[in-house]
């Protein structure tokens, strides 16, 4: 059994504990407000810019020559992961990591190549030896254009040359403060939408010098911002699941101490009892 002293030293291990799991929990709120406020700023823009590709993709035929649309064998599938590079988000990394793996592991014919964005999300498909064609720290904590625009460049690069035949990105969808849903979306190759898709009188599009030239021009910047509003998502994701599981980790560290602090009481009680009897007992036998 625990002395007095071994309580009260857990007591005072535990309450800082707290401390420090309450402050994360303050800055965890703090960044998800900021966070929160750029993805509302930038949605209505890569919603609108992925709305004008689905019609523009219904505009190519099998006859175009467009690198980006251009029906191949799939031998190898780039797979851009987006985590975080620390811990203590609660589950965030691991869910997102495991629906990555869970479609590679679907495909398993296909040669994989994982682009980790995130430190977290490369440790774990290094350990389960999986080919990691790039990796990118850094992005998770600043989320900025300019490296959603080099990963752009990047896999586009890598569709043209050959390397790979289709790329995909796995990213946590915001929809609250408590529910975040794992995504997985098809970037390349594009594809001719369904007529469904096709909405002729949104707009009236005309292409200079041609719709080839223009889509081959035009993919990278697309790719730019669907992989920043991907970023967006899952930074917001990542400061909801860190606020939650510090608050519930604060809460646990509540429960503890008053755990603690009970079991301290009644221990100190029950010197003071056994004190009084020895003392009783003492005068008694004076007597």
């Given at each position: 059994m625990a002395s007095m002293k071994a309580i009260k030293k857990r007591i005072s291990s535990v309450n800082n504990t707290k401390k420090i799991m309450k402050a994360m929990n303050l800055v965890a709120a703090s960044k998800l407000q900021k966070a929160k406020a750029r993805l509302?700023?930038?949605?209505?823009?890569?919603?609108?810019?992925?709305?004008?590709?689905?019609?523009?993709?219904?505009g190519v035929s099998d006859d175009m020559e467009v690198p980006f649309?251009?029906?191949?064998?799939?031998?190898?599938?780039?797979?851009?992961?987006?985590?975080s590079d620390r811990g203590l988000c609660g589950s965030f990394n691991a869910t997102v990591s495991k629906e990555a793996l869970a479609y590679v592991e679907a495909l398993k014919d296909k040669n994989a190549k994982i682009i980790a964005v995130g430190t977290k999300g490369w440790d774990y498909?290094?350990?389960?030896?999986k080919e990691i064609a790039h990796r990118c720290?850094?992005?998770?904590e600043a989320t900025a254009?300019?490296?959603?625009?080099?990963?752009?460049?990047?896999?586009?690069?890598?569709?043209?040359?050959?390397?790979?035949?289709?790329?995909?990105?796995v990213y946590t969808h915001f929809e609250s403060v408590l529910t975040h849903i794992p995504y997985i979306e098809r970037l390349l190759p594009l594809k001719p939408a369904s007529s469904?898709?096709?909405?002729?009188?949104?707009f009236i599009m005309s292409y200079d010098p041609d719709i080839e030239t223009f889509i081959t021009n035009a993919v990278p910047m697309y790719l730019s911002i669907t992989i920043f509003g991907a970023m967006m998502e899952s930074a917001v994701c990542e400061q909801a699941s860190r606020m939650t599981?510090?608050?519930?980790?604060?809460?646990?560290?509540?429960?503890?101490?008053?755990?603690?602090?009970?079991?301290?009481?009644?221990?100190?009680?029950?010197?003071?009892?056994?004190?009084?009897?020895?003392?009783?007992?003492?005068?008694?036998?004076?007597?």
């Open positions: 509302d700023d930038i949605r209505p823009m890569y919603g609108d810019i992925k709305k004008v590709m689905e019609n523009i993709r219904a649309a251009e029906a191949r064998e799939v031998k190898n599938i780039a797979y851009i992961v987006l985590t498909f290094r350990r389960r030896g720290e850094g992005a998770s254009f300019a490296d959603a625009e080099a990963l752009g460049v990047k896999v586009a690069e890598m569709y043209k040359s050959g390397e790979v035949d289709e790329v995909y990105i469904e898709d096709f909405d002729p009188g949104s599981s510090m608050d519930s980790a604060t809460r646990n560290a509540s429960d503890i101490l008053d755990e603690l602090t009970l079991d301290y009481n009644r221990k100190r009680q029950s010197m003071i009892t056994q004190e009084i009897t020895e003392i009783v007992s003492g005068a008694n036998a004076l007597q």
